[in-house]
């Protein structure tokens, strides 16, 4: 990490905590907002930008990318509220998941990133969903994940979920933690941020959604957007209290307590969390640091990892064989145009995906090489997800 990385740190807890700034600190501007953006936190500390040394083209450029982002978020939030509406009057149980659920935390919610509207509904509730979004004017669109389908409407994508869990995820833990989000669906609350309201599951199932995002994203690209996620859920509902009564034993039940307590000094120790959390303080800082680099190094949904993605992705893949090879089956028949013509290869179809991963792999220069530096890369980074207790196909009985 360098210098403009630890001025990043200190900028994003001046903006969410009013932690002090070096006025005198060595940066960046351009690295600074690379990284930011990297990490789709680039809007984080637009109400502190008079206290930056910025140069006035720098500082338009920065304004208009602030605006953009700010008239993006509404148009989220009110086709969240549009949809959620919908689903309240046909009496299907919903809640939001990440995006607004998250956001409600932070000190200025429009700042914080917003992709796509993620909604949870009960299994059986499922198909009843689908229609009402069908029937609000959303595009149902091919989906090559089986926990949710995607549906898009005025350039919003929204993902419909039947469970929050992933077919990576060990059953023991998937299990405990989609029936506690079920459980969490008959006790939803309301949040409001602006005047729009819309429902959220309960505090404890909130913060394990957060921190299983976490979970989900560390082998296929962490970023700071959900790092702050739970460090503003943190700062806002997780004293000492609720995490003696509840969420210790419910983190530890969905095989993320370590992740929880690692994460939480991290957030301490580099990014101006305050406050005093006894549960995390005995948290190797050591580990801390190297999830911190882990982070810096990957960048939101894997944005930096322009070398060597898929062969880091199957080398991912092969832990659990059942799930890549569903995997490659689903991406298979979406991608094998031959299917259309001659639909009895269906069955086929991961051979064909496999094959072109491989073809894709290789045409990379120094392909072996590559592999081998990705494979010790892989075997690093298994040791370090161990140590996290995150691992994927681990307690599969």
């Known amino acids: 990490m360098n210098s403009s990385d630890k001025f990043l740190f200190s900028l994003i807890g001046n903006a ?8 005198n600190a060595e940066y960046s501007w351009q690295e600074v907002f690379a990284e930011l953006t990297s990490q789709a936190a680039a809007a984080i500390p637009a109400d502190k930008v008079g206290q930056l040394r ?3 083209e720098e500082r338009e450029q920065y304004s208009v990318y602030v ?6 978020w509404n148009r989220v939030m009110y086709t969240q509220q549009m949809i959620t509406d919908a689903l309240k009057e046909a009496s299907v149980p919903a809640a939001v998941l990440k995006g607004a659920a998250a956001g409600i935390y932070y000190p200025r919610p429009e700042y914080r990133c917003m992709g796509d509207i993620d909604l949870i509904v009960l299994p059986e509730d499922f198909s009843r969903a689908v229609e009402v979004l069908k029937k609000s004017g959303c595009r149902q669109q091919n989906s090559k994940n089986e926990r949710h389908e995607i ?11 039947h469970y929050f869990s992933t077919l990576q995820d060990s059953p023991v833990f998937a299990k405990y933690l989609d029936e506690r989000i079920y459980n969490g669906l008959s006790h939803v609350q309301y949040g409001e941020i602006e005047g729009i309201r819309f429902p959220m599951l309960p505090e404890v199932e909130n913060g394990l959604v957060l921190l299983q995002h976490i979970s989900q994203h560390l082998e296929t690209g962490l970023g700071l957007r959900q790092i702050m996620d739970w460090m503003l859920y943190v700062n806002t509902v997780l004293d000492d209290g609720l995490w003696e ?3 210790e034993k419910a983190a530890e039940r969905s095989g993320l307590k370590t992740l929880a307590v690692v994460t939480t000094r991290m957030c301490r120790m580099f990014l101006g969390l305050p406050g005093t959390y006894t549960w995390c303080e005995d948290a190797d800082p050591f580990l801390c640091r190297d999830l911190m680099t882990y982070v810096m190094n990957h960048g939101n949904f894997g944005r930096k990892d322009t070398a060597g993605s898929t062969t880091k992705f199957l080398l991912n ?7 890549f090879l569903r995997m490659a089956q689903r991406c298979g028949c979406a991608t094998w145009e031959i299917l259309d013509q001659y639909s009895f290869l269906r069955p086929f179809a991961w051979v064909h995906q496999i094959v072109r991963w491989m073809r894709r792999g290789s045409r990379r220069k120094s392909f072996l090489p590559s592999l081998f530096r990705d494979i010790r890369k892989a075997g690093a980074e298994d040791r370090f997800l161990d140590k996290l207790g995150v691992r994927r196909g681990k307690n599969l009985r």
Do not use: K, W, Y
């Open 16 to 23: 969410l905590f009013d932690a002090e700034l070096d006025p």
């Open 54 to 56: 910025l140069t006035g």
């Open 67 to 72: 605006i953009s982002q700010v008239m993006n």
């Open 151 to 161: 549906f898009i409407i005025d350039g919003v994508h929204i993902e419909l979920h």
């Open 245 to 247: 009564r509840e969420f």
């Open 317 to 323: 893949s092969f832990r659990n064989p059942i799930a």
